[in-house]
């Protein structure tokens, strides 16, 4: 059974950094693809940052984050990063680790948790 944990969350200053970590366990073959989401109070899940394994467009943002966060993959300990820059009250969110597999007709999304990141002075 794939598990997903994240860590890093936390409070921070609009303008300051926070990096989460998503750590990912129990898959005996690589994702197709990992990424994180957020959702904040009120609002839908939203895209952050995706990464794919095997395709030529390795990485994908949102449109809110571009250019402050970067997401990387550590495939060796199946694990991802998030680092956040710049953050701005609006990144207030909890934030989740997604990691989707694909066989023959059929796809599964797996779910951490969740870490909550606050932005606010």
């Known amino acids: 059974q794939v598990q997903l944990v994240e860590s890093g969350g936390g409070l921070v200053q609009p303008g300051g950094s926070l990096r989460l970590s998503c750590a990912a366990s129990g898959s005996d073959f690589s994702f197709y693809s990992m990424g994180w989401y957020r959702q904040a109070p009120g609002k839908e899940r939203e895209l952050v940052a995706v990464t794919f394994t095997f395709s030529p467009v390795s990485t994908k943002y949102g449109d809110n984050v571009k250019g402050r966060f970067t997401v990387s993959r550590d495939n060796g300990s199946n694990t991802m990063y998030l680092q956040m820059n710049s953050l701005k009250p609006e990144d207030t969110a909890i934030y989740y680790c997604?990691?989707?597999?694909?066989?023959?007709?059929?796809?599964?999304?797996?779910w951490g948790q969740g870490t909550q990141v606050t932005v606010s002075s």
């Open positions: 997604n990691a989707v597999t694909l066989a023959p007709g059929q796809r599964e999304d797996y």
